[in-house]
């Protein structure tokens, strides 16, 4: 089967860096996928790493070690609207290929 | 209009009740998916469908139906819905090959079962 773990809750301060750790154990790991998620909203598609190294994308970069089965996404600059959940998830290279979430991130950004 | 819709928003139904979720898309998407989110236990994979004839279960499938009637609309279904069936549902899109990994998700239908 497929697992993914996060840490629960992170607290950062505004302007500040911070960094969600995501291990996964899969059979046949494809890509790890990061999404965010506000209060009452949708997730949406933050950032994808199918190969190792660091993607970034203005503020927020993601890093994948496939030989840890390991990745982070970083959040630079942090600021209040970065107050949110983060999943992180994982795309089986099966044919079935189905996406597995983590179960998320809460990020408290203190002022 | 949103690119994913999904119908209703909120629902409040009675234990025994059969309930449907109804899921659309307009970005051409031939994959569809059906997550249900609980607090503190993230988005766990109930089915999904890679085109009208493929369907295949998720992590947890029982007590759930799904019927994809045509590349854009992927319908949950709850023959007798239960208490612990109460979440929020959310419906999500990809494409095949490189985007595979990117989802596109509605804005979710909150079930209460009483």
């Known amino acids: 089967g497929q697992s993914l773990e996060q840490p629960s809750e992170v607290t950062a301060v505004e302007g500040a860096i911070v960094q969600i750790n995501c291990t996964y154990q899969?059979?046949?790991?494809?890509?790890l996928s990061w999404y965010q998620q506000h209060d009452g909203g949708a997730p949406t598609f933050l950032s994808y790493?199918?190969?190792?190294g660091l993607e970034e994308t203005g503020r927020f970069s993601s890093f994948l070690s496939r030989s840890d089965s390991y990745g982070y996404l970083l959040l630079q600059e942090l600021q209040m609207k970065d107050s949110a959940s983060y999943f992180c998830?994982?795309?089986?290279?099966?044919?079935?290929?189905?996406?597995?979430f983590g179960k998320g991130t809460r990020l408290h950004i203190l002022p | 209009d949103a690119d994913v819709t999904q119908t209703p928003r909120n629902r409040i139904t009675k234990t025994g009740k059969r309930i449907m979720l109804e899921c659309s898309q307009t970005?051409?998407?031939?994959?569809m998916y059906w997550y249900r989110q609980d607090p503190g236990l993230g988005l766990r994979l109930i089915y999904y469908?890679?085109?009208?004839?493929?369907?295949n279960k998720g992590e947890i499938s029982d007590g759930y139906s799904v019927s994809r009637q045509a590349q854009a609309k992927f319908s949950l279904s709850l023959e007798s819905a239960i208490p612990n069936q109460t979440a929020l549902y959310f419906c999500?899109?990809?494409?095949?090959?490189?985007?595979?990994?990117?989802?596109?998700f509605g804005a979710g239908s909150r079930l209460t079962v009483l």
């Open positions: 999500a899109t990809s494409v095949r090959g490189s985007g595979a990994n990117v989802l596109t």
């Open positions: 899969t059979s046949g790991f494809y890509g």
């Open positions: 790493n199918a190969l190792d």
């Open positions: 998830a994982v795309a089986n290279a099966n044919r079935d290929d189905k996406i597995i």
């Open positions: 970005k051409g998407h031939d994959r």
């Open positions: 469908s890679f085109d009208v004839k493929d369907i």
